[in-house]
């Protein structure tokens, strides 16, 4: 079954057939994935005995160490091992770092945590670029793709999200896991879904022609002939060298400042390098493609205050008026929960509006993400007005603000994505999908430091001056999206000009 290029890219009907199997394995990594990063901070209070504080410093650079490796397994995978050979590698690694957790959680924490954030930034930008690879430059049924795409990221999410966490503290199968285990199952079962994810990846490449393998050096005479295999020994020696400095810089808060200081710099000098190398028309797509990454930043700094800043709100300040349920297993998973049926109907309502003629462009998608965060977090702020004398205000007012954010998400994040395989050039899309990620790293910092900001507002103070601090914090976050999104639109003729014909 060795299909060439043309023959998968000449799809009927409105996904490629090997879309499915890459949302499989996007879906098992991602619950692998959320479902580590759901025990992370309460497994730290509760198991190993950190403050809260420390805690989620820890949790915070986690984080950041997460997406940021993501630009060096882009890299790697353009320069050496191509987008196949990484997400397997990635996937051991994610592999090895959960079963580290599932055996020897307490002792072995940070062995395991460091094991997998090298291993999902070589997974997850590569998965992502390999989905853009299933279409014609000129193909207007991608955004779709990413979209479906999206919603396996999301579902992947949703399960692993509440699954691990839920074994982890005994409020599933408590019955049949022992006390003392539950926390080596919930791990073990991360490391079960991601050989699942790597065994569906597997059945995959077979139907994936040429697609992600790795490349080839060209002799003066125009021979292709493979690249050293040292060259893929020494990537592999490389990340797992960078096992120790993780965890070293994980254990240190203060390290993840310098580094994200440092980092970003680093990798713009390196970007305007490679830039030097493209021809002009080239270069100009990368400016386009950097444009929505710094604007992206500022999206995930204000969506991201979900696990910061909206998780106390929800806590403090939110009643049960949706059916009974938890504000904070709300807030945790209604993002996700509302993707999961949005993503698909917006991607067939791209596919639709494309066959008018109607179609907005990424430029135009990403102003309305923005414009719908903005009218989000105007809702939070909303919230105020439904409040009780103890400050206590209406989940379902903040459902729908929820679902108003998740316009804006499905409008910018696979969009973004989509974007990112359109404006790199062929030897570049790797490092432009890891830098959009690493872009998401940033908005993650910066969402700390808002949330910190808006957190000593309310030091002391009662549920009703925190309702007040926060919902105001809301607002601000609010106004800056609206204006994010208008002047997205009010500089698109610019941008465009820089995209050419890329849409
Ligand atoms: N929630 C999405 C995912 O996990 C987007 C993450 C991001 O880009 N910050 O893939």
Not at 1 to 19: A, C, H, S, V, W
Not at 390 to 396: A, F, K, M, R
């Amino acid at each position: 079954m060795n299909l060439t290029i043309e023959q998968i890219q000449d799809f009927k009907g409105k996904y490629p057939r090997q879309i499915w199997s890459l949302f499989f394995s996007e879906m098992w990594e991602r619950f692998c994935f959320y479902g580590m990063r759901g025990m992370l901070v309460f497994f730290m209070i509760s198991e190993l005995k950190f403050g809260d504080e420390q805690a989620n410093l820890q949790y915070g650079a986690t984080q950041a160490f997460v997406y940021a490796f993501t630009f060096v397994g882009g890299l790697f995978a353009d320069k050496i091992l191509g987008f196949r050979k990484s997400l397997f590698w990635g996937g051991l690694m994610m592999i090895i770092g959960s079963l580290i957790l599932a055996f020897e959680p307490h002792q072995f924490f940070f062995l395991g945590i460091a094991f997998t954030v090298v291993g999902t930034g070589f997974f997850k930008p590569n998965i992502s670029t390999m989905v853009g690879k299933l279409y014609k430059s000129d193909d207007s049924r991608r955004d779709a793709g990413f979209s479906l795409f999206y919603a396996g990221i999301n579902l992947g999410a949703l399960l692993g999200g509440y699954l691990c966490i839920a074994i982890g503290k005994g409020e599933m199968l408590s019955s049949v896991i022992p006390e003392n285990k539950r926390w080596n199952v919930a791990f073990g079962l991360a490391a079960i879904v991601m050989v699942i994810s790597l065994i569906n990846f597997v059945f995959t490449q077979r139907r994936m022609g040429p697609i992600g393998l790795a490349p080839q050096k060209i002799l003066a005479d125009g021979t292709k002939i493979a690249l050293e295999k040292w060259k893929e020994y020494g990537v592999y020696l490389l990340s797992l060298a960078f096992v120790p400095l993780i965890m070293v810089m994980v254990a240190v808060p203060q390290y993840t400042d310098y580094f994200m200081w440092t980092v970003g710099p680093l990798t713009l000098i390196y970007l305007f390098y490679e830039m030097s190398k493209v021809n002009s028309s080239e270069r100009k797509k990368l400016w386009a493609a950097l444009v929505f990454i710094v604007f992206s930043i500022l999206f995930w700094g204000i969506y991201e205050q979900s696990g910061g800043s909206l998780s106390i709100f929800a806590a403090k300040n939110l009643n049960k008026d949706l059916l009974g349920l938890d504000p904070n297993g709300v807030n945790n998973s209604g993002g996700a929960f509302f993707i999961i049926f949005l993503a698909p109907l917006f991607g067939l309502l791209w596919i639709w509006l494309s066959k008018r003629k109607l179609e907005p462009n990424t430029i135009i998608k990403f102003g309305l993400g923005f414009i719908f965060l903005g009218l989000g977090f105007y809702v939070l702020y909303a919230t105020r007005f439904f409040a009780d004398l103890q400050g206590v205000t209406s989940l379902n007012i903040f459902t729908i603000a929820l679902l108003v954010i998740t316009f804006g998400e499905l409008c910018l994040s696979p969009i973004g994505l989509s974007i990112m395989t359109k404006l790199s050039t062929e030897k570049l899309q790797g490092m432009m999908m890891g830098l959009w990620f690493l872009a998401s790293a940033y908005g993650q910092y910066v969402a700390g430091i808002i949330g910190a900001g808006m957190a000593t507002a309310k030091e002391g103070s009662s549920n009703v001056d925190a309702l007040i601090a926060y919902t105001e914090g809301y607002k601000q976050l609010g106004i800056y999206a609206l204006i994010a999104g208008l002047l997205l639109i009010v500089i698109s003729p610019l941008i465009k000009k820089l995209m050419q014909e890329v849409r």
